[in-house]
């Protein structure tokens, strides 16, 4: 410093004393501006005041030299103590320079500056809040100070200020909320901890509502929350638990739509803190916002469902994020099933707030829960853009809800509990808004006949439960049920018909194709034929499944959709089915099925009658499909009664046949009727017929014991002997045309002959006997 400099009105006792390396020569120099100051007060003499302020910053507080920077600060000290509450009319002119040495490198020149501005604030109070945004900058620097000493200082100046703001009812929080904003995404965790503090105190203060601004900070809360400082940690639970106490006490006055968004990206995160506590709002929200969640359920959803298969190491999150889940779906509701959806044009999204940038690029990024979608697959889908919460009432747009759902479903990593919700889900959307979910089915219907190959019972119950719902909805009643995939089925929608009473004579027409009768329940819709076309598909390209889950997934079909129609649509199919050996197999499940099934116990009533038209038009067209494989045909014959045709099959029949059918539950009455021996003789005579097939075997020995048991051979007499009149033989029914029936065996029988040649590689003679 230049001594020769004139720094009037300081005297040069002063100015040395304040450029001396002691601090008690320092202090000495202090009072004596503090009382030349409070001269110049006593005169009214501004002037000079101001250039004592400037000299004291300029010439010192600002000085290269590290002495003069300490009595400069001691100085400016002096002069707010000695202006007293006239200091507000200085404080820029004084808090300034003071900032400026928080970034001194020297620690001590630090402390003294915290000390400095401690003395300032004192004496200014309430003056100072049109500068709390510099001072809180300031502060916020000051709290990550490596020296603890600095530390200390600022902590005792933070204090201070934080009493000034709760006093005060002038505290500027719309001005504040921008750095705030900018501020709480430090990753220094005294810098954290100074934020979470402030929050604390500001939502504390009655005449301050935090809560109109928290879309601004709450994605900042959810990172502090996980630090690594547990003390930090609770910290910023505390101050989440008080918002979300506010936000139920006052739900009317919340910006939910404004911070789903935010839920959405930190219900998504790996911390199990930040994710359980995100997941505890968005049910909160889900609950006290109602429907005006609804667009953002797309998000919510792949926010959710990956944490109803946590295991129990997570057990708290998977809890509530299944109450989320439940509490959306209760919230789509028949009214949202609009014949004609809105325009997107009407239903125009708000323009997102620029102050809202931070949050929406990371949600942007983060993708789909875990990984399991891909990033167009976040892209292709709004989540995370805000919609307006002023319109109402608000409309359920389900392109991005079932694209989340297809990607879940699709993902075969994803847990079973997840699987589980996502078809619930669906089943849900179809009964609740089956017109909206019918524009999906395409989509939608190769991945649920994909997953009919789980692995879980359960989900293969639940998928079928929404296949069967495709099936038979109203809403899927279309003229053209779209085209039907694969070679193997070329079944035509126009082959498919309703049987109509006219039709009923072509039951005994020579030549006629008895299976184009088909199912008359009206609630089977277009896409029923097209499942049963897929799902026969299935079984054959995917065969462990008809082996392992067949029997099952039928079964449970019956349950859920017309027994009959399912067995009508089946044999249509089939009797057209290029894979001779697979419509073999597939007959013989069929029938196993019909003859041993609890859910097929009507069905099983209904064949055993002929005398309706529909009950012959089943008959006929089973039996076409039936043979291809002999075994099956003949168990259709004695369930259905038809014992003499059941005869005539056997004599065309090589080299052998087991009896296993007759163990089966329908198998009993059989065994009875085998008592009533005048009324059934070709019942009897067929039998005898498969017991001459058989090899000497354990078939054999059961059947020709079951056979030893017949009351009186000698009653074993056709109507071509005067002895034996039978009262009736109910099950040939005129109306029938056995003769064309058994001439369709044969061809059948035929075609399969032939094509176990073609496989062999035989060019002998083909043999025209029925092999099985």
């Not at 503090?34 to 000079?48: P, Y």
């Not at 075994?631 to 259709?636: G, N």
Request: some cysteine.
């Amino acid at each position: 410093m230049n001594p020769e400099k004139d720094f009037a009105p300081l005297t040069p006792n002063i100015v040395r004393a304040l450029n001396d390396k002691l601090y008690e020569k320092r202090k000495v120099a202090a009072l004596e501006i503090e009382k030349l100051v409070r001269e110049f007060v006593a005169q009214n003499n501004t002037v000079q005041i101001k250039h004592v302020i400037q000299t004291l910053s300029q010439e010192f507080a600002l000085s290269q030299h590290p002495h003069s920077r300490k009595g400069g600060l001691i100085g400016l000290a002096a002069c707010s103590i000695a202006l007293g509450k006239d200091s507000g009319l200085y404080l820029k002119e004084l808090i300034e320079p003071v900032l400026t040495c928080f970034n001194d490198a020297d620690s001590r020149l630090r402390y003294y500056a915290c000390e400095a501005l401690y003395n300032i604030v004192k004496v200014a109070r309430g003056a100072v809040l049109p500068h709390f945004n510099v001072l809180f900058d300031g502060l916020s620097k000051l709290a990550a100070d490596p020296d603890p000493n600095v530390k200390s200082g600022s902590e005792l100046l933070d204090r201070l200020l934080k009493d000034i703001v709760t006093e005060s009812n002038k505290f500027d929080l719309v001005g504040f909320i921008p750095l705030l904003r900018e501020r709480i995404y430090s990753n220094n965790q005294y810098a954290r901890q100074f934020i979470i503090s402030w929050i604390l105190v500001l939502e504390s203060v009655p005449d301050i509502n935090l809560l109109d601004y928290l879309p601004e900070i709450l994605d900042g809360l959810f990172q502090i929350l996980g630090d690594n400082g547990k003390e930090i940690r609770k910290m910023c639970e505390v101050v989440l638990g008080e918002f979300l106490k506010e936000i139920k006490k006052n739900p009317s006055s919340v910006k939910f739509a404004e911070m789903a968004n935010i839920l959405v990206i930190h219900c998504q995160t790996t911390d199990d803190l930040i994710q359980l506590t995100a997941m505890c709002w968005m049910r909160e929200f889900i609950q006290l916002a109602g429907r005006v969640m609804l667009p953002y359920s797309s998000g919510i959803l792949t926010a959710v469902l990956p944490c109803l298969a946590y295991d129990d190491r997570k057990k708290s999150i998977k809890e509530v994020a299944n109450v989320c889940n439940q509490s959306l779906m209760k919230l789509v509701t028949p009214e949202d099933d609009e014949p004609d959806e809105p325009k997107p044009v009407v239903q125009r999204q708000a323009e997102p707030n620029p102050d809202d940038s931070v949050a929406k690029q990371e949600g942007t990024a983060t993708g789909g829960p875990d990984g399991s979608c891909d990033s167009s697959f976040s892209s292709s889908i709004s989540v995370f853009t805000p919609a307006s919460t002023e319109r109402a009432p608000v409309t359920l747009h389900l392109d991005g809800i079932v694209q989340v759902l297809n990607c879940h479903l699709s993902d075969m990593a994803i847990g079973m509990m997840t699987r589980i919700a996502v078809l619930k889900w669906l089943y849900h959307l179809y009964i609740k808004t089956p017109r909206k979910m019918f524009r999906h089915t395409d989509s939608l219907f190769p991945i649920l006949l994909q997953t009919l190959s789980d692995e879980s019972d359960e989900v293969i119950l639940k998928d079928l439960e929404v296949l069967a719902e495709i099936a038979s909805s109203p809403a899927g009643q279309t003229d053209d049920p779209g085209p039907l995939d694969g070679p193997d089925f070329r079944v035509s929608h126009s082959e498919l018909q309703v049987p109509t009473p006219g039709r009923a004579n072509l039951l005994n027409t020579p030549g006629t194709k008895g299976l184009e009768c088909s199912p008359s329940t009206p609630t089977m819709n277009s896409y029923f034929y097209k499942f049963m076309i897929n799902l026969l598909k299935r079984f054959s390209s995917e065969r462990k499944l008809l082996e392992a889950r067949g029997a099952f997934i039928i079964r449970q079909l019956c349950l859920l959709l017309n027994a009959e129609n399912i067995f009508h649509s089946m044999a249509d199919i089939l009797l057209r089915e290029e894979d001779l050996k697979f419509a073999s197999t597939m007959v013989h499940t069929l029938n196993t099925i019909l003859l041993t099934s609890t859910e097929l116990f009507q069905l099983r009533n209904q064949l055993k009658d002929l005398k309706t038209l529909e009950s012959q038009n089943l008959f006929c067209c089973l039996y076409r499909s039936w043979c291809h494989n002999p075994v099956t045909t003949v168990s259709l014959c004695f369930l259905t009664q038809n014992y003499r045709h059941a005869y005539d099959l056997i004599q065309k029949l090589y080299p052998s046949l087991s009896p296993s059918f007759l163990s089966s539950h329908w198998g009993t009455d059989l065994r009875l009727q085998l008592l009533d021996v005048k009324n059934n003789p070709y019942l009897i005579k067929a039998l005898y017929g498969l017991l001459m097939l058989l090899p000497q075997s354990g078939a054999f020995q059961l059947l020709s014991h079951r056979l030893q048991c017949v009351p009186n051979p000698e009653l074993l007499q056709t109507e071509d002997s005067p002895q034996a009149t039978p009262k009736s033989q109910k099950a040939d029914s005129p109306s029938i045309d056995y003769a064309e029936l058994l001439r369709h065996f044969e061809k059948v029988q035929k075609k399969h002959l032939e094509v176990r040649h073609q496989r062999s590689g035989r060019g002998d003679h083909l043999d025209r006997r029925v092999v099985l």
